[in-house]
T-cell receptor, first 116, second 115 residues
Framework: AQKVTQAQTEISVVEKEDVTLDCVYE???????LFWYKQPPSGELVFLIR??????QNEISGRYSWNFQKSTSSFNFTITASQVVDSAVYFC?????????????FGKGTTLSVSS | NAGVMQNPRHLVRRRGQEARLRCSPM?????VYWYRQLPEEGLKFMVY??????IDESGMPKERFSAEFPKEGPSILRIQQVVRGDSAAYFC????WGAGGDEQYFGPGTRLTVT
C-alpha cells in the first residue's frame, strides 16, 4: 500500500535558523514520483519540487534543498536561513506510475512557524 | 495565462442542501483531479476525470457525491444533502497528460461550510 508519513506535526524556529522537514514514503512500485507542496496561510497549494524514483541527486533551489534517499525511503526538505515568509504547512506527496490515473497521496503535513 | 480557477471560493450551505463546486482547468489541460482537505488532515484524493469520462473515483464517498467534466465548461463536484462532516476545503488540480509524475497545478480551493 502507498503511504506518506510526515512525523513532525509542527515545528517552530527563529528566523535564520535552518530547518529540515522529514518525509518517509511507502510504495511497492519501482517507478514513482515524489513532490513537495507549500500551503501558506492564504490557503492555496504551491508546487515546490518533483522527483522521480530514478533520480537520487539532491537538489538545491535558493534556500531550499531536498535529500532523496531510496535506501531509507525518505525525501527530506531543508530550508536554510529560514524567514518569516516560510511559515506555512508543507506537504510531501507520492504518485505512482499508473496509467489509470496518478492521484497524489499526501502526508498530513508539517506546520512550520518562523518567528522574527 | 490563467491558472486553475475554482468558484466559489467560499460556500455556506445548510444541512440537507446541495453544494456545487466548479473547477476550470488550466488552458490546454484535459485532466482534472479533486481532493478534499478536512480540518487537521492532509489532502485526500477523491476523483480523477478526463473530458466526459470518470477515470478513477476510488476516493469518492459512495453516496451523495458526484463529479463530472463535460465536453464544454468546467468540472463540477456535486454534494447532495450536505452534512456537517462535509465541511472542508475542496481543491481541484489539473494536468497536461495525466501520466505518472505529471505535475498537477492546484486551484485556490473552495471552502465549504455546512451549518
Amino acid at each position: 500500500a502507498q503511504k506518506v508519513t510526515q512525523a513532525q506535526t509542527e515545528i517552530s524556529v527563529v528566523e535564520k535558523e535552518d530547518v529540515t522537514l522529514d518525509c518517509v514514503y511507502e510504495t511497492r512500485d519501482t517507478t514513482y514520483y515524489l513532490f513537495w507542496y507549500k500551503q501558506p496561510p492564504s490557503g492555496e497549494l504551491v508546487f515546490l519540487i518533483r522527483r522521480n524514483s530514478f533520480d537520487e541527486q539532491n537538489e538545491i533551489s535558493g534556500r531550499y534543498s531536498w535529500n532523496f534517499q531510496k535506501s531509507t525511503s525518505s525525501f527530506n526538505f531543508t530550508i536554510t536561513a529560514s524567514q518569516v515568509v516560510d511559515s506555512a504547512v508543507y506537504f510531501c506527496a507520492l504518485s505512482e506510475d499508473n496509467q489509470a490515473g496518478t492521484a497524489l497521496i499526501f502526508g498530513k503535513g508539517t506546520t512550520l512557524s518562523v518567528s522574527s | 495565462n490563467a491558472g486553475v480557477m475554482q468558484n466559489p471560493r467560499h460556500l455556506v450551505r445548510r444541512r440537507g442542501q446541495e453544494a456545487r463546486l466548479r473547477c476550470s482547468p488550466m488552458k490546454g489541460h484535459s485532466h482534472v483531479y479533486w481532493y478534499r482537505q478536512l480540518p487537521e488532515e492532509g489532502l485526500k484524493f477523491m476523483v480523477y476525470l478526463q473530458k466526459e469520462n470518470i477515470i478513477d473515483e476510488s476516493g469518492m464517498p459512495k453516496e451523495r457525491f458526484s463529479a463530472e467534466f463535460p465536453k464544454e465548461g468546467p468540472s463540477i463536484l456535486r454534494i447532495q444533502q450536505v452534512v456537517r462532516g462535509d465541511s472542508a476545503a475542496y481543491f481541484c488540480a489539473s494536468s497536461t497528460w495525466g501520466a505518472g509524475g505529471d505535475e498537477q497545478y492546484f486551484g485556490p480551493g473552495t471552502r465549504l461550510t455546512v451549518t
